[in-house]
């Protein structure tokens, strides 16, 4: 009989802080997906008042990392996870499974003062890296450039450097900000700047150019011809169980794929 | 010696788009008593307060493929000559673009040494990693390497050539040494929470010939080092075992110097953080380290450790920047097996240790 007891309250006690996780739900990560996930996450909670969706931002990297270490249920990123982060997950017992909920185009933004239009990729590279230092070796007004770009933690700067710079480093004299937000507005307040965020973050104070050619947009961003396309992702450890597994089958639905949109990004399909 | 640390890094530092400074001090107190046989009571053999490791780091980001690192050891202690010391711990640069193979990285300087637990060993524990305890490999060495991750988190692996002495030995008899060290190190993860890994390390010590008399020299010995490592991590529980073994063969003449030693660890945790609302684990290790057949060392120890750490301060990421850590370990040696050992001044032990680790880290765009 006493074990009987002993293993019940000892079950009790192992089961209880999933009990009182039950209505609770935490999200952290891409300052890119913030928009998204607290746009759906009101709407969710609005549906479902019993559930606490708690977002929070901090960058890719950080929300993935939050995920490792056991403190988040939902890390949001604008970038698949690393092998090495993987790898790290996997050894701890985790797994790490994306679920896909928008796609993205990361525009290049001048000030709206700016005529440039569109700029190639080679082009972006040699003004990230300090080659081109003036608007008019690109045909634009005698001007010097203002790099803006993004600080490490953000998987905006880690996609960019991927598929704009491969690799190369961005020149010294770059300002390094924070978030989406804080690019678009100095951008904005800034006649010679250039910066690069989510399409969700456009703004009427700042101009998106076409990247060899192609804008982005819905269609150019879906079926991939736009040279800075990607997905946006919720990680969850393991298959996504209970609220976490609700709330991103809402996102992932008509109703959360409009929200998707009213924000500014691209929807799955 | 700061400012020549500061000459030779400095000019490295300002080319960086951007450095992080870290720092990392670990404050022990350690009460440790013992007795040899025949003893008819404990001694107290240590009651001392202490700054066991005081790291210093800066990681200079020169682009998003060249990385370097340059971590010293300040550490302050009344067991060492003036009550403190400095030891260079890491000077290396990650270059990860110079193969064209994702997630592949070339690691060129003083490294980590990717043989066994050694280089990823959290100290969850107080202790050291068990290849770093038992004197198999180093933590640190100057070398270079080629360490990557397979695809889709399946696993790791690294292939490196090493000076073979470590970090912070020194003496003539290293200077002789000519041999460099071989590496070879692989992880796999066939599922979520399942580690299984091995390491290959090929060492000497010492030179054949002696330069001074061109003579045998006695000493010179070459090791083949192996680790075997399984981990397992499910839930709150995460246990790791490592089985090592080190074959030393000495020249012909003195072959009957050869001997195996073997080390058989197992540590397991236990994180009760979802059921406590804290972040506390439950911590414990069994060594077994058998030198019985080293003629001029034999001993065969069992060490266990229990332990309890609390994490708090976590940071943005959740890592914890400050720990409290208390671990007691009772060293035992096998009598009959072990004479030599006693008779080298080795004691049984217990030993209680506290220990309170900070960490800190800023980021410092250029």
């Avoid at chain 1, 770009?149 to 953000?154: C, F, G, K, L, T």
């Avoid at chain 2, 330069?211 to 529980?237: E, K």
């Avoid at chain 2, 009772?330 to 220990?355: F, I, P, R, V």
Wanted: proline share 4%; with cysteine; hydrophobic share 40%.
């Amino acid at each position: 009989m006493k074990k009987v007891i002993l293993t019940t309250i000892l079950l009790t006690l192992l089961a209880l802080p999933a009990l009182a996780k039950g209505n609770r739900l935490t999200c952290s990560g891409s300052t890119t997906v913030l928009p998204i996930a607290q746009a759906t996450a009101e709407a969710f909670m609005n549906a479902n008042p019993e559930l606490d969706i708690s977002i929070r931002g901090g960058g890719s990297g950080v929300g993935i990392a939050a995920l490792m270490n056991g403190t988040v249920d939902i890390a949001c990123s604008s970038r698949t996870m690393k092998a090495k982060e993987i790898t790290q997950a996997k050894s701890k017992g985790l797994n790490p499974t994306p679920y896909a909920i928008a796609l993205d185009g990361i525009a290049i933004v001048i000030n709206s003062a700016n005529p440039v239009k569109n700029l190639t990729l080679k082009q972006i590279r040699d003004i990230y890296t300090g080659k081109i230092k003036n608007w008019s070796e690109i045909g634009g007004n005698k001007a010097p450039i203002v790099v803006i770009s993004r600080d490490v933690a953000s998987g905006t700067f880690e996609v960019f450097n991927e598929k704009a710079l491969a690799g190369a480093k961005v020149v010294s004299t770059a300002q390094l900000l924070a978030s989406n937000n804080a690019i678009a507005t100095t951008v904005g307040n800034t006649p010679g700047a250039i910066g690069y965020i989510g399409l969700g973050y456009l703004t009427s104070s700042i101009k998106s150019v076409s990247v060899e050619g192609i804008s982005p947009n819905s269609a150019s961003v879906k079926d991939g011809s736009y040279p800075l396309a990607r997905k946006l992702f919720m990680y969850t450890n393991g298959k996504a169980a209970g609220a976490a597994n609700r709330y991103i089958a809402f996102i992932q639905s008509a109703a959360g794929q409009k929200i998707v949109q009213e924000q500014g990004f691209i929807t799955l399909n | 010696m700061a400012a020549l640390l500061g000459m030779l890094i400095l000019p490295g530092l300002m080319a960086a788009e951007e450095i992080k400074l870290s720092g990392e001090m670990w404050n022990r107190w350690t009460l440790e008593a013992g007795k040899a046989p025949g003893d008819s009571s404990d001694a107290t053999l240590r009651n001392n307060f202490s700054l066991e490791r005081g790291y210093i780091g800066l990681e200079a980001k020169f682009s998003e493929t060249i990385k370097g690192r340059f971590t010293v050891d300040l550490f302050s202690s009344d067991l060492v000559k003036d009550g403190a010391g400095l030891k260079l711990k890491y000077a290396y640069v990650d270059f990860s673009n110079l193969i064209p193979l994702p997630d592949l990285t070339v690691t060129a300087g003083l490294q980590k040494v990717y043989f066994g637990t050694i280089y990823d060993w959290s100290y969850n524990l107080i202790g050291k990693a068990p290849s770093d305890e038992y004197k198999l490999a180093n933590s640190a060495d100057y070398g270079l390497t080629l360490n990557g991750f397979l695809p889709a988190g399946w696993g790791e692996y690294a292939f490196g050539v090493y000076n073979g002495e470590g970090y912070k030995n020194y003496g003539a008899n290293l200077k002789d040494n000519i041999d460099p060290a071989f590496l070879a190190n692989l992880r796999l993860m066939p599922l979520p929470g399942l580690t299984l890994g091995g390491s290959l390390m090929t060492n000497g010590s010492e030179r054949r010939i002696k330069l001074a008399d061109a003579t045998a020299n006695s000493s010179y010995n070459t090791q083949l080092l192996l680790d075997a490592l399984l981990r397992a991590a499910f839930g709150p529980v995460d246990v790791w075992a490592e089985y090592m073994s080190k074959e030393v063969s000495f020249a012909d003449a003195f072959s009957a110097k050869n001997y195996t030693a073997t080390a058989l660890s197992v540590v397991p945790c236990l994180k009760l953080n979802r059921l406590l609302g804290a972040d506390i684990d439950l911590t414990g290790r069994y060594d077994r380290w058998d030198e019985t057949g080293n003629p001029s060392n034999k001993n065969l120890l069992t060490a266990i450790t229990g332990g309890v750490n609390y994490n708090f301060m976590h940071d943005d990421s959740a890592n914890p920047a400050m720990q409290l850590q208390l671990n007691y370990t009772s060293k035992t040696y096998d009598e009959e097996k072990s004479a030599a050992a006693y008779a080298n001044g080795l004691k049984d032990t217990g030993t209680l240790m506290l220990q309170f680790k900070w960490r800190f880290s800023n980021t410092i765009k250029a």
